[in-house]
């Protein structure tokens, strides 16, 4: 049982407060005995400090180094611009630069300033001729507060370990991911200034003693997720070449932006912008006061979205590839994991214990909530307004408060079930889900090493400002093993059980920068460590059927080899029930291609991670069948009877067959015959259409005919309020037109040109307002009517049947269509679309 304490951070809160408050600006680097140092680099010369080392020797400080220029005035919103010079100046390094502007976490005033692109750059030798590993740290704090500097992130203890580490501030909040393209406002900006800092320690480390050629790149919480996103983007990556992920990953329930402009404008309305007008609600953006942001940044959230997951608004979004800017980001974050070996770098990732127990603080005075409405246990990924009715929402709550509690309420005596389910809906399930993603994708010759941080010492900081007394460590107890956190700092003794984990973390963790493995076999690198061997994760690729199995390093008092930690509770996240769901939203789609099983899901971006617990998953079973429900239009035709037969048989799913004209009437408007769809296949998984093309949903099955010509555009406007998730066997034309080349071509001619047209289809399939989103795709298998003269009807469905389960969907055409269909494809595999092959 979790029991709070009166202990030095928690009697005097007043006290406490104020001293953090002021931690933020107090110039920990003024220490009177240092000296001075200076280093010329090709923008000027800058003065730095030399200082001691806690256990021998010393170390060079450089801090407040800008690496671009303030983002302030017209460069508000804008991408960061290098500094090139420093004018012939000397720059004083002895200080740290601003924080970005942000709320206080505990007196909730505005700190920091919009002036903030500032890194520091820690080097225990000058020595050019050495070229030391080089550590560059993200620091977390859910895109919305933190900073790199020493008040919470002070590395002399991996300095000790001849490393190099630099730290940096960059926008958070507004000011770093707000997305009105509309208002001339481009998002993830605060990610490229993360990658103009990786390009700075490229172009100057050397002269501080680094080599660029070495360079590990590691992060905490939404700093390790913005890792694991720069592991996968060409621009970035070519900057470092391992990789840290303490924490977190791009997988993440929050990582990605829901209604990214909706929130522009929500937030702009709270600061008394009264117009409607995305270019006015631009220009109001740009000229307000950077420090009202703060104060009005959780009022901007819906109401639903408080009570379900983290209240977290302004973090990445997908960018259009026709954007006046380069984009930083084009695809879904599951394309970019399972495009194979596009990630090539040894990898370190892991969690602490009870990662979720920093969750757990906004709710312990409200657990009669989570009693009350259970659909609070229910991920964000998954829609319930209006997509689950209230009934459907109470079983799914239920049934996971069920799993957790068993029959007993929420509450203080049931803290620890709490804390286990925060620790899987936000954590455990996205890491774990990356590091599958990985075995299975990526490169097999690079390893990936996992750890879980469980061990306990006088050194859990979070912990102790929290209150908490319990066993087991903390979400952020792990960085005060690797850093000094001058604002709260707690000194052991070196030799003490915290002060030796300590040595080790900082051990384990400067190895692996040096290395590629935290557990080298050289002697002289894991003394401390003794005969300590840390297992890299099993490569999984080429094994669509082994089940996963992930080895983990439990660091604890004494460290050891586990084998897929919290698996009873990952597996029930995995489980049947947890497939049907309704995962989507307006805002984005993403396919899990080949990952899926039979089918194509397409889910939500907006929610990276639980996704995961409903969506990755839930993926990662592949070749299971045994959950689907099969809808097999046309059933009065053999074919479509043999088709349904086979997979009742030999993958033991259910089939319903649909008559031909069942709810296709030419005579019911379009709307009628979708509310007719929802109301009588509601518990279909698939659609396996052998006549006309139809449309499921996995939780409200639409099913509708999509004709040639004229009619086509009026379907199209019913296709994007559905999920696509369907097979066209028979007449497999893409989005179904038939083979009426005339009746089509009149509709291309009225459009003027080619390019005209497909811009028209984007903006229906996207409500009339807004480009196609990545991720948009259709599978086809054509089914050729040449086929019944050369093949029997045995050999057709055993076609067919291949052919959806091989997920290489082909589309074979001739004639008039081939070259416009070719390029109408281009078109939508250029908008990150899973490839579609014309032959």
């Keep these: 049982m979790m029991m709070v304490k009166e202990n030095q951070f928690t009697a005097n809160k007043e006290k406490w407060t104020k001293y953090l408050l002021q931690s933020w600006n107090i110039d920990w680097n003024r220490v009177p005995e240092a000296e001075t140092v200076k280093l010329e680099l090709i923008d000027g010369i800058l003065i730095g400090s030399e200082k001691k080392l806690p256990l021998s020797g010393s170390y060079f400080a450089f801090q407040g180094i800008p690496y671009a220029e303030p983002p302030i005035g017209e460069l508000r919103f804008k991408e960061p611009v290098p500094i090139t010079s420093f004018n012939g100046k000397t720059l004083d390094c002895t200080k740290e630069g601003d924080i970005s502007i942000q709320s206080d ?458 084998q897929d930690p919290f698996k009873q509770r990952i597996d029930f996240w995995r489980k049947e029930k947890m497939s049907s769901m309704n995962l989507h939203d307006d805002s984005k789609f993403v396919s899990f291609g080949k990952w899926t099983s039979i089918f194509v899901i397409f889910i939500s971006t907006a929610y990276a991670s639980m996704k995961i617990v409903l969506g990755h998953l839930t993926a990662l079973k592949r070749r299971d069948f045994h959950r689907n429900t099969i809808l097999i239009t046309n059933g009065q035709s053999s074919i479509s009877r043999k088709i349904g037969e086979k997979f009742e048989r030999d993958l033991d799913c259910k089939v319903v067959y649909l008559p031909k004209n069942d709810f296709i009437s030419r005579q019911k408007p379009h709307e009628t015959v979708l509310e007719d769809a929802f109301k009588a296949y509601k518990s279909i998984d698939v659609i396996i259409n052998n006549d006309h093309a139809f449309l499921s949903n996995s939780q409200d099955e639409a099913c509708f005919e999509l004709d040639e010509g004229e009619n086509l555009i009026n379907n199209l406007n019913i296709l994007r309020y559905c999920i696509p998730k369907m097979y066209l066997t028979g007449g497999g034309h893409i989005i179904s037109i038939k083979s009426n080349e005339n009746s089509f071509r009149a509709l291309v001619n009225t459009r003027n040109d080619l390019r005209g047209y497909i811009q028209d289809l984007i903006s229906i399939l996207n409500g009339n307002e807004r480009r196609i989103k990545p991720g948009f795709s259709l599978q086809t298998i054509h089914c050729d009517r040449s086929w019944s003269s050369v093949m029997s009807e045995n050999e057709i469905v055993n076609k067919i049947v291949d052919g959806i389960l091989s997920q290489e969907p082909v589309l074979k055409l001739g004639n008039g269509f081939f070259s416009y269909i070719k390029r109408l494809m281009s078109f939508f595999n250029g908008y990150g679309c899973p490839s579609v092959h014309v032959l």
């Design 105 to 562: 976490i505990f007196s909730k005033n505005v700190i920091g300033e919009e002036s903030c692109l500032f890194l520091n750059v820690y080097t225990p030798n000058l020595d050019k001729t050495r070229k030391l590993p080089v550590m560059i740290y993200i620091h977390g704090g859910a895109f919305i507060f933190g900073s790199g500097n020493v008040a919470e992130h002070s590395p002399e203890y991996l300095i000790q370990e001849d490393v190099i580490v630099v730290t940096f501030n960059y926008r958070l909040n507004v000011l770093g991911f707000m997305h009105l393209p509309g208002g001339g406002i481009i998002g993830n900006q605060g990610f490229r200034d993360q990658r103009l800092v990786l390009k700075w320690v490229q172009e100057n480390i050397e002269k501080f003693g680094g080599d660029p050629n070495n360079v590990t790149l590691f992060g905490h919480s939404a700093g390790a997720a913005a890792v694991h996103l720069h592991m996968m983007l060409p621009g970035s990556k070519k900057y470092f070449h391992k990789a840290i992920l303490q924490s977190g990953a791009a997988t993440m329930d929050w990582f990605m932006q829901f209604e990214p402009e909706e929130n522009a404008r929500r937030i702009a309305k709270l600061l008394g912008c009264e117009s409607t007008d995305d270019n006015e609600i631009g220009k109001f953006l740009k000229e307000i006061d950077g420090k009202k942001f703060p104060p009005k940044y959780y009022d901007t959230l819906t109401t639903t979205r408080k009570k379900r997951g983290l209240p977290l608004i302004f973090n990445t979004v997908i960018e259009d590839e026709n954007q006046e800017i380069k984009p930083f980001l084009t695809q879904s974050i599951d394309q970019y994991l399972t495009t194979p070996n596009q990630i090539d770098i040894p990898i370190m990732m892991g969690v602490t214990e009870h990662d979720g127990m920093v969750m757990t603080t906004p709710h312990t005075k409200r657990y009669h909530l989570w009693n009350k409405e259970p659909g609070r246990f229910i991920p964000r990924t998954v829609s319930v307004d209006g997509d689950i009715d209230e009934g459907e929402c109470k079983v799914l709550g239920d049934e996971i408060k069920t799993f957790y509690f068993g029959d007993k309420p929420v509450s203080q005596s049931t803290f620890n079930q709490f804390m286990d389910f925060q620790t899987d809906y936000h954590f455990s399930i996205a890491l774990q889900s990356a590091a599958e993603f990985h075995s299975r994708y990526q490169n097999p010759n690079t390893n990936l090493y996992y750890y879980q941080f469980s061990f306990d010492g006088d050194l859990n900081m979070m912990k102790k400002i929290l209150g908490y007394d319990m066993k087991g460590a903390n979400h952020g107890d792990e960085l005060t093993y690797l850093f000094v956190m001058k604002m709260a700092e707690i000194k052991v003794p070196e030799d003490s059980e915290a002060g030796l984990m300590r040595r080790k973390m900082c051990r384990m963790w400067a190895n692996f920068a040096k290395f590629g493995n935290p557990t080298p076999e050289k002697k002289e690198h894991c003394d401390l460590l003794g005969n300590l061997k840390w297992n890299p994760v099993k490569s999984h690729q080429n094994a669509e059927n082994e089940e996963f199995q992930l080895n983990c390093l439990d660091i604890n008092t004494d460290f050891k080899m586990i």
